[in-house]
C-alpha cells in the first residue's frame, strides 16, 4: 500500500533529540523552546512566535487573546478539519460557517462579507491543503469592518503569496506540527503575530497564567498566576526535533512540489477530474494533493474504493463540519445549508503526497487514476 504520507526524518532529528534526553532535568521545558520560537519567527518574517503543543491549543489561544468569548460569533470555513470550528465553542462563541471558493478551496470573501453581524468578533481564514485562501481580499474587509483575522495556517506552513509567507497577513496566525504536517515534532503548533501584546497574553495561557519569565523547573521561585491559563506547553524535546526540522524547510517543500509536478505531468488532461495548481506569484506547499471529481461523490467514492484496492491509500479532507453529526444535533444543519462548500466537499479526493514518494510510486498512483477512468497510462 502507498500510504498517504510518511514522515520525513533523518539522523539529524535523531541527533537533536538525543542532546536533550542528555540533558537530564531539561525535557519539558527549556532552551530550544526559545530557538524554535525564534527559528519560525525569521522564517515566517514574524516579530513573535510561541510554541504549542497542538496547533488547536494555538487557535484556542488566538481567539483568547482577540477577546472572543461567550455571545460572539467567529466566521470559519466548514471545508476544514473540525477543529478550526470547535475553537470557537470552546471559547463560548458560535462558529458561523461561510462558503468557500472553487480556486483556492478557502473562504470565499463576498460571502464572509455577508456573514458578518453585530455579533462576529473574528473571521478563520484557513489556508487549505498547502495553498494560500484569498487572504488579502479578507483582510481587507476584517480592516474595513474592525474585525480581528486569525489564519489558520495549519496546512501551509511556507507557502506563499503576494510574496509573503501566509501567517503575515492577518491580526494573528497559528501553525501545526502534527505527524502529517509540512514538517513535524509528531504534535505540536505555533501562535504567530507581530503584536507583543498578543504574544505575551499568549505566553500567560500557554503556561498557567504564570507571569514570572523564569523557567519553572529550574527557579527557585513559585512565580506569580495572574490569570486562567492551560498546560498548552511544548515539551523541550519535541521542540528539538522541531529546529531540526526547520533546517530543511525548504528541501521539504522543494521535494514535495517535485512530486506534485510529477502528478501534474501524468494526470494533466484526464477529462472531469481538475487538479490542484497555483497562480502566478504564489508558492502552493502541497501538505496535501487534492483532486476535484467532478462528476461528484458516487464517482468520487468508487475512485476511493478503487485505489485501496489497488494498493493506493486515499482520503477525503474534509467532509462538512457543519453536517458532522455533532453540528447536526447541536445546531440543526440539514444538507443544503452551505450548498457550494457541500458540493466542492463530494468531489475532493487527496492522493499520497510525501517528500520521499519516488518517481515509481507516482507514477503508480497515476496509472491506477488512469484506468479507472479507462484512459491508458502515461
Known sequence: MIPLFRIDHDETDT?????????????????????????????VAAKRCVVMNSGTSALHVALLVHGVGAGDEVIVPSLTFIATANCALMVGATPVFAEV?????????????????????????????GRA??????????????????????????????????????????LSFCQNKVITTG?????????????????????HGRADDAAYFTSGGSG???????????????????????????????????VAAQYRALLDGLPDVVLP???????????LYTIRVLAGRTTRDALRTWLADNGVASKVYFDPVHLSAFY??????????????????????????????????????????????????K
Request: charged share 30%; with cysteine.
Open 187 to 207: 504534535e505540536g503548533g505555533a501562535f504567530v503575530t507581530d503584536s507583543e501584546d498578543s504574544a505575551a497574553r499568549a505566553r500567560l495561557l500557554r503556561s
Open 277 to 287: 495548481c497555483e497562480d502566478e506569484g504564489e508558492r502552493h506547499v502541497y501538505q
Open 15 to 43: 541527533r537533536a533529540v538525543e542532546a536533550v534526553l542528555g540533558r537530564c532535568g531539561e525535557w519539558a521545558g527549556g532552551r530550544e523552546v526559545d530557538e524554535l520560537e525564534e527559528s519560525i519567527c525569521r522564517y
Open 133 to 174: 485562501c484569498r487572504v488579502a481580499a479578507i483582510r481587507d474587509i476584517a480592516l474595513r469592518r474592525s474585525i480581528p483575522l486569525i489564519e489558520d495556517a495549519a496546512e501551509a506552513q511556507g507557502a506563499m503569496v503576494q510574496g509573503r509567507m501566509v501567517g503575515t497577513f492577518a491580526d494573528s496566525a497559528i
Open 224 to 258: 506569580e498566576y495572574v490569570a486562567l491559563g492551560y498546560n498548552f506547553r511544548l515539551s523541550n524535546v519535541l521542540a528539538a526535533l522541531g529546529i531540526a526540522q526547520m533546517c530543511r524547510i525548504e528541501d521539504i517543500i522543494g521535494r514535495r512540489r517535485a
Open 101 to 129: 471558493e472553487d480556486v483556492t478551496l478557502g473562504l470565499d470573501p463576498a460571502d464572509v462579507e455577508q456573514r458578518i453581524s453585530s455579533r462576529t468578533k473574528a473571521i478563520i481564514c484557513v489556508h487549505y491543503g
Open 328 to 377: 447536526r444535533e447541536r445546531f440543526g444543519y440539514v444538507p443544503g445549508s452551505l450548498p457550494h462548500t457541500e458540493r466542492i466537499a463530494g468531489q475532493v479526493l487527496s492522493l499520497p503526497v510525501f517528500p520521499s514518494m519516488t518517481a515509481d510510486e507516482v507514477a503508480l498512483v497515476c496509472d491506477r487514476i488512469r484506468a479507472f477512468f479507462g484512459g491508458e497510462p
